[in-house]
């Protein structure tokens, strides 16, 4: 099983920026889909942006417009570009192979996470 290491989280305030990226232990080239998750404080875990190997991309609507994810097969990477943050996206964020149709996290162990704190 891949593992994924997240990074680039940090404190900022609203309207702020942060470059998020997850870094697989393996190759992610076969893996139809890739997603970004993130969990609030006693929050269920949501899917925030899903990307295919195809580049087709799906976004929550609450980030559609501010948030751009992309996927990089050669370095086995997916970043997570956050714009115009929002203190109700403070989360602690995750990345995951997604499963087709519902972009689903596949696996059931999860990285680290990367903690994103948005200050208003």
């Known amino acids: 099983q891949v593992q994924f290491v997240e990074s680039g989280g940090g404190l900022v305030q609203t309207g702020g920026s942060l470059p998020l990226s997850c870094a697989a232990s393996?190759?992610?080239?076969?893996?139809?889909?890739m997603g970004w998750y993130r969990q609030a404080p006693g929050k269920q875990r949501e899917l925030v942006a899903s990307?295919?190997?195809?580049?087709?991309?799906k976004y929550a609507d609450s980030v559609k417009g501010r948030f751009t994810i992309s996927r990089d097969n050669a370095k086995n990477t997916v970043t997570l570009q956050m714009n115009s943050l929002k203190p109700e996206e403070t989360a602690v964020y995750y990345c995951?192979?997604?499963?087709?149709?519902?972009?689903?996290?596949?696996?059931?162990?999860w990285g680290q996470g990367t903690q994103v704190t948005v200050s208003s």
């Open positions: 990307i295919t190997s195809g580049r087709s991309t």
């Open positions: 393996g190759s992610i080239s076969s893996f139809y889909a």
């Open positions: 995951n192979r997604a499963r087709v149709g519902d972009y689903a996290p596949v696996y059931n162990t």
